[in-house]
């Protein structure tokens, strides 16, 4: 281990574990946000599905830092006083911004099912709800696998902009050893660490990929 990272191991653990916690809350949060706006798209009724797909163009085509710095003004205490929490800001802004990309990808796969199924499952009496739970969801999700998974990796790479926030997360901790040792060895400790959440990501998506592959 380098030596500048090894006298500030502490610091930059920390800066990893926050970034995982950035990781996996919004990944969680998105993908419920995602859930619920892909479905109101297919089966919202004209209302619900134009406010789900405003909510898909208007987050996906704005930029994520320009979004991060707006919820950190809104939420500060001299606006609505909800928090001044750089790590929660970036959890909903991360989480706001990634679930506009699953609510698409899953959206996909909501449609790539027979509709003929949907038919049937009417037909046994099953509501809207259930049907989309029981019977839609969980063929829609094992089709979108691989491009959540890439979304996934896509966040985790995309923390990385809480630093300008003042989330102390990996290019937060580094940029402050950096500034502390005047090193170059801090830049690359950043790239191993956010390689060595991606790559394990990456295989282990692709593992799931095949577990859940079906034949059509």
Known sequence: ???????????????VLTTILLSVTSMSAALVIGTVAASARVWGGRALSGAAGFYVEFFRNTPLLVQLFFY????????????????????????????AFVSEAIR????????????????????????????VLPQAIRTVI????????????????????????ILFTGLLIHQRTFSLEPFLAILVAYWCLTIPLSIAVSHLERRLAFTR
């Open 1 to 15: 281990m380098p030596e500048t990272i090894a006298v500030n191991f502490d610091l930059f653990a920390q800066g």
């Open 146 to 169: 691989p491009p959540l998974g890439n979304i996934s990796i896509a966040l985790v790479k995309n923390t990385s902009v809480a630093y300008a926030i003042s989330a102390r997360e």
């Open 108 to 135: 996909s796969g909501i449609l790539a099912v027979d509709p003929r199924q949907v038919e049937a499952a009417r037909s046994l009496g099953l509501g809207p709800v259930l049907t989309l739970r029981l019977i």
């Open 72 to 99: 950190a003004t809104l939420l500060a205490p001299r606006n609505l006083g909800i928090t001044s929490d750089p790590v929660i800001v970036a959890i909903i802004g991360l989480a706001v911004y990634t679930g």
